[in-house]
């Protein structure tokens, strides 16, 4: 059954650094998003894209944040500058086409910020 | 304000035994509604969702979710739990009108069981 992925499963940075979580959606979905998670609290929508573009984002998704997709497969949530509070498990997402096809989740990548 | 409402963090079932995890919603009009489950270490799977028609909702695992529409209520229910039904299960919901389907959670009810 096709899945998502998502690389580094674990990534600890240092405050102030760069960091890019990947992800691999299945492959003829159309829908793609970031949520992130952290510790003991609820998952949190960050951002969807669609058609090249960002569709909708939440007001956590400010300008330290940025989401690409190079190329045919990889989708990107990059964070310029992380702070101490960006420490989350960030999830990957990917739909199909419409509202009511389910929404597939890879398994994460835990963020550790120093 | 739109909220999806888990009221129970913690759960804890004996194996065997039945289980319920509730979910409250209040929106404008009817959400779509989803069930999720992670699993220690994994990412969020799908149980089951609502979107019309029947009100009881059959999904994988031998879980069901009946949609309350008195209520504003989904919950969730398995006549007989298993160990490895341990896990944190959260409730989620879709605006009906929301073409890019972001997906609003609840705060998850951690499920322990017990021998």
């Known amino acids: 059954e096709p899945e998502v992925t998502q690389t580094p499963s674990h990534q600890v940075t240092q405050m102030g650094q760069e960091v890019i979580l990947r992800c691999v959606p299945i492959?003829?979905?159309?829908?793609f998003y970031w949520y992130r998670q952290i510790l003991g609290q609820k998952v949190e929508f960050l951002v969807s894209?669609?058609?090249?573009?960002?569709?909708?984002k939440s007001e956590i998704f400010d300008d330290q944040f940025s989401v690409e997709r190079p190329d045919g497969s990889n989708f990107t949530l990059k964070i310029r500058s992380t702070k101490l509070e960006d420490s989350a498990m960030y999830f990957c997402?990917?739909?199909?086409?419409?509202?009511?096809?389910?929404?597939?989740f890879g398994p994460g990548t835990r963020l550790t910020v120093l | 304000a739109q909220s999806v409402t888990q009221p129970d963090i913690h759960i804890t079932v004996s194996e065997g035994a039945s289980l319920e995890l509730r979910c409250n919603y209040s929106?404008?009009?009817?959400?779509?509604l989803f069930w999720y489950v992670q699993s220690p270490g994994q990412g969020l799977q799908l149980l089951l969702k609502y979107f019309s028609g029947d009100t009881l909702v059959q999904g994988i695992k031998g879980f069901e979710a009946e949609f309350k529409r008195s209520q504003s209520s989904f919950n969730l229910r398995k006549p007989s739990v298993h160990w490895s039904d341990a896990a944190e299960y959260f409730c989620a919901v879709v605006g009906t009108t929301d073409s890019w389907g972001k997906l609003q959670f609840g705060a998850g009810t951690q499920v322990v069981v017990t021998p």
């Open positions: 894209f669609y058609n090249n573009e960002i569709s909708e």
């Open positions: 492959s003829n979905h159309l829908y």
């Open positions: 997402a990917s739909r199909r086409q419409t509202s009511t096809d389910t929404q597939y």
């Open positions: 929106y404008g009009a009817t959400p779509y």
